[in-house]
């Protein structure tokens, strides 16, 4: 819905000419805590497959329930990500980041008081719906106060430290499982409760991120706006006084956007920018397929094929979480420099060649618990720039108006359809006993993502170094 007013203003523009500064640097830390917290549940899980398994003090799960509780997870991550990502461009960033951390704060507390498969699966759903609601409002309020030449760097970074909290997680599984510090049947469930701690202290930092100001722009409020961006401005210029005088700020017409009408998503999806989304949609649903099936599944493989014992089971976490983390912060600003298309192409596909050539040692026992660690954190350390670059696709490729719900819908499609399947399959050929019936699971993954990089070279977007509002126009502007 639109009404009849003019709004001439030069937010976005006065948004691009600013230099990186702590304002920004404050933004990447509230926001982009949500990727340690999700790196933290996720590993935190397959850190304590064992712990759970056992029947007197942990669940008694099995590998097939493990799998299906990383199912719900996702499942609820879909679900939220769907419901909070509507309510994200309805209500507004700020609002919106506040409540998914909320629901996420109360859901991975109850988790560590689950008594059985049922109530774990349960709060596993919620807790996800949490997060899944966060990548919606986080990823838009991200991207729309980065300025373009820092914008896509900024994304990987964030994206990527989802792996410091898979380290976290990997630690405090370490911790809270070693008998001498804490009985058994207690520790496994303090691990769920260092995410609720962790939620508390997010509240309080983003108490200080204001509301997006391109949001505020184009929904009839373009005096807050203008408050908001003359308050960062001000920040900035008492320790840069200089900062963005050398660049015009040219101004943009629009008509005020008021609604959350459904045909305006659907037509920017599928009559404006259709070729995005078939792109966003193989981007993000190979990469969801191959990160789920590993990271969900792989304390299980350590423990049933390499017969790694429960409490050290972390210790093979941390190197797939540097190599991880450090893909996005090593590659990063390849993506800004070099281009989109060209580095998610070539991650994508160097991360599918390894993944079937793991795949292929494995199967016929040439690897150690080690040596398989190390070729993981080899392949993933190039997956993940790749992965992190397809949330930046979904969020920087379609109008300001619907970016919430695009990311929503890409990210649930995404995860619906590549990673919601993948933890139940593996767990399921796991636990067949047989090396070879993961082949073809390895061999599916890896082909998926060289098929994501063929995709990517046909239909890429080369938008690095440009305005938002130049890679999509709003859907409220004026000629």
């Known amino acids: 819905m639109r009404d009849q007013t003019v709004i001439t203003t030069d937010v976005p523009a006065r948004l691009e000419r600013l230099p990186f500064s702590r304002f920004h640097l404050l933004i990447i830390v509230a926001l982009g805590i949500t990727w340690i917290l999700d790196g933290l549940e996720v ?10 398994s056992q029947h007197r003090t942990g669940l008694g799960l099995s590998n097939e329930e493990i799998g299906l509780a990383a199912s719900a997870y996702l499942v609820g991550a879909v679900l939220g990500a769907l419901f909070f990502g509507h309510l994200t461009d309805q209500l507004g ?23 059985n498969f049922l109530s774990f699966a349960l709060f ?27 914008r896509g760097r900024v994304d990987l ?18 911790v809270v499982l070693d008998p001498a510090l804490l009985p058994p ?32 722009m184009t929904h009839g409020r373009p005096d807050e706006a203008e408050r908001v961006v003359s308050g960062i401005e001000a920040r900035i210029a008492r320790s840069n006084p200089q900062a963005g005088a050398d660049r015009e700020a040219a101004p943009v017409r629009l008509s005020p956007y008021t609604g959350t009408n459904i045909l305006d998503l659907v037509r920017a999806l599928f009559v404006h920018y259709p070729r995005r989304t078939l792109l966003g949609i193989t981007l993000m649903a190979t990469q969801a397929f191959c990160y789920n099936a590993i990271f969900f599944t792989y304390g299980s493989i350590l423990k049933t094929f390499y017969r790694v014992p429960a409490d050290a089971i972390g210790w093979f976490m941390l190197p797939f979480a540097a190599g991880n983390f450090l893909g996005p ?45 190390a070729l993981w954190t080899v392949n993933f350390f190039f997956a993940s720039a790749g992965a992190s670059a397809a949330y930046l696709t979904v969020g920087e490729s379609f109008p300001l108006e619907v970016r919430a719900r695009t990311i929503a819908v890409f990210y649930a499609f995404g995860t619906g359809i590549g990673g919601v399947a993948a933890p139940a399959l593996f767990g399921a050929l796991i636990d067949k006993g047989e090396p070879i019936e993961l082949l073809w699971g ?17 239909l890429g977007v080369s938008a690095e170094r440009r305005a938002l509002e130049d890679v999509a126009p709003p859907l409220s502007r004026l000629a």
């Open 93 to 115: 960033r700020k609002r919106l980041f506040t409540i998914t951390v909320g629901v996420y704060l109360v859901a991975t507390i109850a988790t560590g008081f689950s008594w």
């Open 329 to 373: 912060l090593l590659l990063g600003h390849l993506f800004d420099t070099r281009g989109r298309k060209a580095m998610i192409g070539a991650t994508y596909a160097l991360s599918g060649v390894l993944m079937v050539f793991t795949g292929l040692l494995f199967a016929f026992a040439h690897l150690s618990a080690p040596l398989q660690t």
């Open 43 to 52: 590993t935190i899980v397959g850190s304590l497959t064992g712990a759970l």
């Open 442 to 458: 390895y061999a599916l993954g890896g082909g998926l993502m060289l098929f994501a990089a063929l995709v990517e070279a046909i």
């Open 185 to 216: 049947w207690l520790g496994w469930r303090l691990a769920f409760i260092i995410g609720g701690v962790l939620a508390l202290l997010i509240i309080t930092l983003r108490a200080f991120v204001p509301e997006s100001p391109r949001w505020l």
């Open 157 to 174: 970074y964030v994206n990527g430290s989802y792996w410091v909290g898979a380290a976290l997680g990997a630690v405090g599984a370490i």
């Open 124 to 150: 596993r759903a919620l807790t996800g719906a949490g997060i899944g609601g966060e990548y919606s409002a986080i990823n838009s309020a991200i991207q729309e106060f980065m300025p373009a030449r820092y």
